[in-house]
């Protein structure tokens, strides 16, 4: 197991530098000049050539991305105008909108991020896995042909349009809660929770469909195994088969799975944070894209790139556990 997860933590530390030199290429030297967009549309040729001086962007591109790495790893310089600002490491650079560090930014919207994606994931699992269950042991029924179809269209229907439904129906029609506004936990934890309920039921719906899909699959493949047809020759009562042997076979593929969307839901679940207006990394994401804020936008997709890889990582190890024939190599 310690040589699979160095192994795996080496192949993760590759992709993530790949990825460094994909999103740097991608923002900085494919869109033109930087110190121009920093700088403004307005801005004269020698303003220009001073913004392109501070920001160090008269070297060249090898040098740049050199001085990028180098922030992320041992923190950079940055010249003011007037003064040096010292970025600590891991340095993601400076806003051009506000000059506030991008690492400070993402630490500050990170929890609302993690708030959406650690209650709708444990409400995706709740539903799916159970509906999945449900589904798989009245497999023919009306019960399991009405499951399916719920579930066709939670997997069809994008999630903005839902939330949008959901605000409907929750907020305007029926009056159940007012309209969320997004309340930090530590500030008002009973409003916190209050205001990310239809987040959560949002997203959270969104996502069970696949996990109903997938436990009933993989419940359906296991009842049909030899050794569950053992239990119940024996006797084994009905309901023991179906939580201790044929659910547990089901575990690993929803393990796995779980772990890759929380890692992309930690990265910024862009359509539900925008909707509820929750100042999380997706939200940031779109706001600094709009404002051509290049480096928050580096910083924000290299942090979800980065969550991305760690969750594959994890997926896999929580499947080995899980899953015991799995060969770790």
Not at 32 to 47: L, M, N
Not at 166 to 186: D, G, H, I, K, R
Not at 302 to 317: F, R
């Amino acid at each position: 197991m310690s040589r699979y997860l160095l192994k795996r933590l080496a192949a993760a530390v590759l992709v993530m530098l790949a990825l460094s030199v994909v999103v740097y290429a991608l923002f900085y030297v494919v869109p033109g000049d930087a110190a121009r967009i920093a700088c403004g549309e307005r801005c004269s040729p020698a303003q220009v050539a001073q913004v392109r001086e501070r920001l160090g962007l008269d070297h060249s591109v090898l040098a740049q991305y050199g001085h990028f790495l180098q922030g992320l790893f041992a923190g950079r310089d940055f010249s003011t105008g007037t003064g040096v600002q010292h970025c600590g490491a891991p340095c993601l650079g400076l806003s051009y909108q506000t000059d506030q560090e991008v690492t400070q930014l993402v630490l500050e919207r990170l929890p609302a991020t993690a708030s959406l994606a650690f209650g709708s994931m444990a409400l995706a699992l709740l539903i799916g896995v159970g509906t999945g269950l449900l589904s798989a042991v009245r497999r023919g029924s009306v019960l399991e042909r009405a499951l399916t179809l719920l579930t066709l269209v939670g997997t069809g229907m994008p999630v903005f349009i839902l939330g949008l439904l959901l605000l409907m129906a929750v907020c305007a029609y029926l009056q159940w809660l007012p309209f969320p506004s997004y309340v930090p936990l530590t500030d008002d934890p009973e409003q916190w929770a209050w205001n990310m309920l239809l987040p959560w039921l949002t997203l959270g719906l969104f996502e069970s469909a696949k996990y109903t899909r997938l436990t009933r699959s993989s419940t359906l493949e296991t009842l049909a195994e030899d050794h569950i047809r053992t239990f119940r020759a024996y006797g084994v009562p009905e309901r023991s088969v179906v939580t201790r042997h044929a659910l547990r076979g089901a575990v690993p593929p929803v393990v796995a799975l779980s772990a890759l969307d929380l890692g992309t839901m930690l990265g910024g679940a862009v359509l539900t944070e925008s909707l509820f207006g929750i100042p999380g990394l997706g939200k940031t994401l779109i706001d600094s894209i709009r404002d051509v804020d290049l480096p928050v936008v580096v910083g924000v997709v290299l942090v979800i790139g980065t969550a991305v890889v760690l969750a594959n990582v994890v997926a896999d190890l929580l499947y080995a556990l899980a899953d015991r024939r799995v060969a770790l190599t």
